[in-house]
T-cell receptor
Framework: EAGVTQFPSHSVIEKGQTVTLRCDPI?????LYWYRRVMGKEIKFLLH????????ESGMPNNRFLAERTGGTYSTLKVQPAELEDSGVYFC????????????????FGPGTRLTVL | LAKTTQPISMDSYEGQEVNITCSHN???????ITWYQQFPSQGPRFIIQ?????VTNEVASLFIPADRKSSTLSLPRVSLSDTAVYYC???????????WGAGTKLIIKP
């Protein structure tokens, strides 16, 4: 079974540019999450999709970040315009809904996208 | 959402059993306890999850006392490849948001 995949693995952009990160969850996983770790800090939750709906976006830092999951399959996270403080590693994770073999906290993570804003 | 407290770092030797304890004094009734492992430049990897008492799988055991205010991850016979950061998280039920601490950096020596 294929795991969670993320693209690109690395992205280097200049301040003010736009970047779009993509996440492909495990097939059949309705839940999809975005997290990020900025340099020297802990991993922070950004948002949670259930299928194509945003269940919780309380962690999104500001309106420069836009996440979508059209069709309830893959998701994109767009940063526009990017700022220096957006640099970090962005992780995507997916899980089955609670009640289908777990509490929902068994989240499967992708390898992350390392974003560097110069 | 409950916070957790873990040792910042630990070290041990190959072949030893390693126990990492996590405190979660404010754990809620419907919270699960979940442990993840992370290697450099990789995403976190689920290790084990439990609600109470003891859970064992092919890689680890999780011990949870009756009051659930702490938990201990036990790694039997560690090897060099177990060197990683280990995170203890609590949550679950209707709230899927994971709150991450700094984790425990485990270093295994030959």
């Amino acid at each position: 079974e294929a795991g969670v995949t993320q693209f690109p693995s690395h992205s280097v952009i200049e301040k003010g540019q736009t970047v779009t990160l993509r996440c492909d969850p495990i097939s059949g996983h309705d839940n999809l999450y975005w997290y990020r770790r900025v340099m020297g800090k802990e991993i922070k939750f950004l948002l949670h999709f259930v299928k194509e709906s945003k269940q919780d976006e309380s962690g999104m830092p500001n309106n420069r970040f836009l996440a979508e999951r059209t069709g309830g399959t893959y998701s994109t996270l767009k940063v526009q315009p990017a700022e220096l403080e957006d640099s970090g590693v962005y992780f995507c994770a997916s899980s089955q809904p609670s009640g289908r073999g777990g509490s929902g906290n068994e989240q499967f993570f992708g390898p992350g996208t390392r974003l560097t804003v110069l | 959402l409950a916070k957790t407290t873990q040792p910042i770092s630990m070290d041990s030797y190959e072949g030893q059993e390693v126990n990492i304890t996590c405190s979660h004094n404010n754990i809620a009734t419907n919270d699960y306890i979940t442990w993840y492992q992370q290697f450099p430049s990789q995403g976190p990897r689920f290790i084990i999850q439990g609600y109470k008492t003891k859970v064992t799988n092919e890689v680890a055991s999780l011990f949870i006392p009756a009051d659930r205010k702490s938990s201990t991850l036990s790694l039997p016979r560690v090897s060099l490849s177990d060197t990683a950061v280990y995170y203890c998280l609590v949550g679950g039920g209707s709230n899927y948001q994971l709150i991450w601490g700094a984790g425990t950096k485990l270093i295994i020596k030959p």
